[in-house]
């Protein structure tokens, strides 16, 4: 193997506006070898793609880089320094030499990072096109390679759709296409399979790897460790634009040293048992002062609301038979599940499967086509909504973005006070869910992520009801935050004897967070059964799939 | 697709409905004898019998529900009748009005979209200042009325500098004032929806590929940035010519220039309803089919737009939203 490193990175800074202003990234320093992979991890805004894109000179209008040494295949990408020990870097000319040519970019959701109104053909030949003497027939021959070379079925017809005609599997292969069509040594992958399902995900995943056994270098960016630990080398962990900790992968997240490396391994919710906490147990900046007179209360009030309740059933939410037709396909198809008194039920299962659909069926939001719905005994779907109305509190929900369910021009406090009714227990809702009171005069817009999911809680809490309906609840936080929002959900549920109807396509989440799990596929339920029997031992084929295509974070002990 | 090619004929047959209807109607709620004007006008003193003649000539002694079924039959036929005031067949009248009318749209919407297009692109290159300035120019654009638009061209480039003729006469140069009358304006608006969309593009994911690719700062512009910049003004460019054939009359005028546009005034100011639904029924006819070519033009700009449901939503692997298909 060849001991020179492609891309050599020391005491890199990188910042926006004036030279001397606060950096984003803040001496960080690595290497990268062939047929290697180093991964950047971290949560959201701690400087990872800002890292990657000041190796091809892409950070932005405005930004600065400084660094000990930027070399890109043995050659300084820095350019002259001023005083200041800033650079402007190499000319225009000089990036596009190394762009394409040397390192290759792949983004996040190629819908969006494919041009949209052309052919991926194009978009593929584009990149032969500026950095190969390839004639126009040569190079239509080479994409087709290309396309088989990262397994695209049917080539020939696909290379002329536009990514918005491709499912986002392919066209994220596309995508790799374009940016490997070069044959760069050095590949950069930015939350490559962030938005994909978890078996396309893993596809991808192969794909990458069959890349970097080829000899091709790889920056692999992500916030997921357990994809992180499939497929690096060696990890360096991000938090606020600093490398915390780095090393060989099985060291950094099998035995972390720094605090919040921890934190993030402990974050991950896939094989920690039931009730286990995931966050530490109380971070300062989420949690509010301990137990005050109001939270009290509610806890008082908790188990009075359930003695009032006149059936005591031990099931809350019968489902029975319910089916839903779209057009020409059954999005739902014969589901009947149970969610007991006090506990949790899992559905999982990939974009398409029918989980929205059946948790817009049990709100009665969507009437089925065939089969019934009874919320504590009573009968509510199929029902006339004069009778559901006065039952509606008793049914909660929490959506994946709170952002869009909240209106924008009303603070916290009175989308609560709206949805208890009641402006006197604002403050009450505000600390069961964590939030200091000051938050009820902020409006959502000001909140961050973990902010606004907490409100959505504590305004599918105020009506009082014995079952929430969560969709997709945590699926677009950070992990750290993630863990936070689901050790609110335990809380709650143990504080006020809550049911929850829990849908995600997280497989990890859906194991620690359920007792009994329903696994969706093509609008069908194919497995049911307690959460330790369908994990340990799933019985049909499909949730075996699923499983063996989810990644998994090695643990040690 | 038959059943979107119908929708889209039976629209346009009510437009030309509604257009030939409410011209109809609009025109005898202006004061004055139809007679009179068919005679020549106030000033000419027809006697009584004569004008009698002329109603029953024409018909005006009848009830106007009357007057109104039998000028919708004949229109049906392809009659546009005769003009009052030329006593000549409308359509002829129209035929030989059209062209010039018709040219100076062309043109001025062809200046418009380079003006428009030139200018999102260079002010989207420069800096904020940049931004700023075209911003600046393509309100005080869209806000200039014609007239004086007109009169500020005339006096500068035919008074003062004597490069133009004032009056348009035939050949290349008589154009240029009328069309950068009419094209200026519609720049204005043109211009500031493609900048946005410009923007827009630029600040793309797809962009950033583009660039990683090795693509040039021309690359990106040319192949990815441009198309996305047009889309809208494509869309746009139907409602363009609506707003440039009413432009036209006022342009016509001032620049003496013979066209539609002028024989519309003419026509009213004349009380000549013949012409006057005659010149009306052929724009809203123009109006009908432009809207129809950027529609298929926007389908070709943007493929998108022609897949089924046309939300840009895949085929092969359709996800289910929280409020698909439930209503």
């Known amino acids: 193997m060849n001991d020179a490193p492609l891309v050599r990175v020391e005491n890199l800074r990188v910042g926006f506006g004036a030279p001397g202003g606060p950096a984003v990234v803040d001496g960080v320093s690595f290497e990268l070898h062939a047929g290697r992979t180093v991964a950047l991890v971290g949560e959201s805004g701690s400087g990872k793609s800002v890292t990657a894109r000041s190796l091809v000179g892409l950070v932005g209008a405005g930004s600065w880089v400084a660094a000990g040494a930027l070399d890109v295949g043995g050659a300084s990408v820095l350019g002259p320094a001023d005083r ?16 394409g040519r040397q390192i290759g970019l792949v983004l996040q959701d190629a819908l969006v990072s494919l041009d949209p109104l052309r052919p991926i053909e194009r978009e593929i030949g584009d990149a032969l096109r500026l950095n190969t003497p390839l004639s126009a027939a040569a190079r239509r021959t080479r994409v087709l390679e290309l396309l088989e070379a990262v397994g695209m079925p049917e080539p020939a017809e696909r290379m002329r759709q536009r990514s918005g005609e491709l499912s986002g599997g392919l066209r994220q292969r596309a995508l790799i296409a374009s940016a490997i069509a070069a044959d760069p040594p050095v590949l ?29 270098a790889l920056l692999f960016i992500s916030h997921d460790l357990a994809v992180v630990s499939r497929l690096a080398d060696e990890v360096l962990v991000m938090r606020g634009g600093r490398v915390v900790e780095s090393g060989p992968t099985e060291a950094v997240l099998g035995d972390p040293q ?3 490396t921890r934190a993030l391994v402990r974050a991950v919710p896939t094989g920690v048992a039931r009730g286990i906490r995931l966050s530490a147990p109380r971070p300062a900046a989420a949690m509010p002062p ?28 019968d489902v029975r038979g319910v089916s839903k037709r779209f057009a020409r396909r059954m999005a739902v198809d014969d589901v009947s599940l149970q969610v007991p008194r006090g506990g949790t039920l899992g559905v999982v299962g990939q974009s398409g499967s029918g989980k929205t659909t059946l948790a817009r069926i049990i709100l009665g939001l969507t009437p089925p086509d065939a089969g019934s719905v009874l919320l504590e005994g009573g009968a509510w779907v199929p029902a006339p909504e004069r009778v559901r109305r006065p039952r509606r509190p008793r049914l909660g929900a929490v959506y994946q973005d709170a952002l869009s369910s909240f209106d924008p021009r009303l603070t916290v406090g009175q989308i609560l006070a709206d ?3 009641d402006r006197s227990r604002v403050t009450e809702l505000l600390d069961d869910v964590g939030l200091a009171g000051q938050v009820a005069d902020a409006r959502p817009l000001d909140l961050s992520g973990g902010q606004r999911q907490r409100v959505s809680i504590a305004r599918a809490l105020a009506p009082r009801p014995g079952l929430i309906i969560c969709d997709e609840p945590v699926s677009a936080l950070d992990v750290t935050i993630q863990a936070q929002v689901l050790d609110l959900f335990d809380e709650l549920q143990e504080r006020h004897g809550l049911s929850y109807l829990f849908i995600s396509h997280d497989l990890g989440v859906i194991q620690h967070m359920s007792d009994t799990i329903a696994v969706m596929h093509d609008g069908r339920v194919v497995e049911q059964g307690s959460a330790a029997e369908v994990f340990s031992n799933p019985q049909s084929p499909y949730t075996q799939s ?4 989810a990644p998994r974070l090695g643990r040690s002990a | 697709m038959a059943g979107r090619v119908g929708v889209r004929v039976l629209g346009g047959v009510f437009v030309l409905w509604a257009a030939a209807t409410l011209t109809f109607f609009g025109l005898r709620l202006i004061p004055g004898d139809p007679a009179q004007a068919i005679l020549g006008g106030p000033g000419s003193q027809a006697s009584a019998e004569a004008l009698a003649a002329v109603r029953a000539e024409y018909g005006l002694d009848q009830s106007i529900w009357v007057q109104y079924v039998q000028y919708l039959g004949r229109l049906i036929t392809g009659d546009l009748g005769s003009s009052y005031s030329l006593r000549m067949p409308v359509a002829e009248v129209i035929g030989a009005q059209i062209g010039g009318t018709l040219l100076l749209a062309a043109l001025s919407l062809a200046v418009a979209w380079a003006i428009a297009l030139g200018l999102a692109t260079w002010s989207t290159r420069g800096g904020r200042v940049a931004g700023a300035v075209a911003s600046g120019l393509e309100i005080v654009a869209a806000a200039v009325p014609h007239f004086w638009l007109a009169t500020v061209l005339v006096l500068v480039f035919s008074t003062t500098l004597r490069w133009l003729p004032a009056v348009s006469t035939p050949g290349p140069a008589g154009l240029v004032l009328p069309v950068v009358t009419l094209a200026l304006p519609l720049a204005g608006f043109l211009g500031q929806v493609m900048r946005e969309s410009v923007l827009d593009a630029l600040a793309s994911p797809f962009v950033v590929s583009a660039r990683a690719r090795g693509e040039t700062e021309s690359g990106v512009r040319w192949r990815h940035v441009l198309r996305h910049g047009a889309l809208p003004g494509i869309a746009l460019s139907g409602w363009a010519f609506g707003w440039l054939i009413s432009g036209a009359v006022v342009v016509e005028t001032i620049f003496a220039r013979p066209g539609l546009g002028r024989t519309l005034l003419n026509a009213v100011q004349l009380r000549d309803v013949p012409l006057v639904i005659g010149v009306v029924l052929v724009v ?13 033009a ?10 089924p449901g046309a939300t840009g939503r895949r085929v092969a692997d359709p996800v289910l939203t929280p409020s698909g298909g439930s209503r």
């Open chain 2, 284 to 296: 809203a006819l123009g109006y009908v089919l432009m809207t129809v070519l950027t529609d298929a």
């Open chain 1, 258 to 260: 720094h605090e919040y």
């Open chain 1, 290 to 317: 301990p137990a005050s007179a109001s939270n009290q209360d509610s806890r008082e009030t908790a188990p009075e609301s359930a003695h009032d309740d006149p059936s005591r059933q031990r099931v809350v939410l």
């Open chain 1, 546 to 549: 699923l499983l063996a295509a």
């Open chain 1, 188 to 216: 950069i992958a930015d939350e490559p399979t962030t938005a994909l399902d978890s078996t396309v995900q893993a596809r991808i995943l192969e794909l990458l790897e069959s890349i970097t056994a080829r000899g091709t």
């Open chain 2, 298 to 307: 926007s389908r070709l700009a943007d493929p998108r737009l022609a897949q």
């Open chain 1, 84 to 99: 200041g020990g800033r650079t402007r870097g190499p000319s225009a000319a000089a990036w596009r030499r190394i762009r």
């Open chain 1, 419 to 421: 949805a208890a009714g």
